[in-house]
T-cell receptor, first 116, second 116 residues
């Protein structure tokens, strides 16, 4: 079974600071990787995803993540955060099979608080 | 994007009663839906996979007689917490994937269940 580890449970940054949230996974096979975001009072929504190809993936709102296979990592980055990025961020992994969506395992989540 | 609606958003019930939570895919059909539970300061944990027209598949350690799942149509899955106890108090989230290779899933807004 797969598992996901997020290193930072609560991060506080000032606006314009750079962000990097760590995520490591364990699984013996090929994986799909996701970052989800949940803004206060809203649904969990997909920020970005990696299935194959370029290991540097770009998502919405200026976020990007890099898949480093040798490190089993998929860290999330943003060069300059805004107050509106205050939210909880979840890293997730699923086994990679052809034919559709597979069960997703989530990390514990990181609460990001951006101070104006 | 696709929308998944979950109802109710929060519910308080007395110990020993049953509570039903609905998950609807509003603009697409979902033959499969997933039910997650999140305890405070913990990750989202997959409870079960709901399959339209057939029995749900439960994860190890999840009591199928306590958490009844019914996927009666292509747009509706329900989770009934039977004989609820205070330890069942949690945040329950459903998700529904779009069909297709590497499809993504969309999440409901979650249901906060408090059993008193």
């Amino acid at each position: 079974a797969q598992s996901v580890s997020q290193h930072n449970h609560h991060v506080i940054l000032s606006e314009a600071a750079s962000l990097e949230l760590g995520c490591n996974y364990s699984y013996g096979g090929t994986v799909n990787l996701f970052w989800y975001v949940q803004y206060p009072g809203q649904h969990l929504q997909l920020l970005l995803k990696y299935f194959s190809g370029d290991p540097l993936v770009k998502g919405i709102k200026g976020f990007e993540a890099e898949f480093i296979k040798s490190k089993f990592s998929f860290n999330l980055r943003k060069p300059s955060v805004q107050w509106s990025d205050t939210a909880e961020y979840f890293c997730a992994v699923s086994p990679s099979f052809s034919g559709g969506y597979q069960k997703v395992t989530f990390g514990i989540g990181t609460k990001l608080q951006v101070i104006p | 994007g696709a929308v998944v609606s979950q109802h109710p958003s929060w519910v308080i019930c007395k110990s020993g009663t049953s509570v039903k939570i609905e998950c609807r895919s509003l603009d697409f059909q979902a033959t499969t839906m997933f039910w997650y539970r999140q305890f405070p300061k913990q990750s989202l944990m997959l409870m079960a996979t709901s399959n339209e027209g057939s029995k749900a598949t439960y994860e190890q350690g999840v009591e199928k007689d306590k958490f009844l799942i019914n996927h009666a149509s292509l747009t509706l899955s329900t989770l009934t917490v039977t004989s609820a106890h205070p330890e069942d108090s949690s945040f329950y989230i459903c998700s529904a994937p779009l069909v297709g290779v590497h499809a993504e899933a969309f999440f409901g807004q979650g249901t906060r269940l408090t059993v008193v």
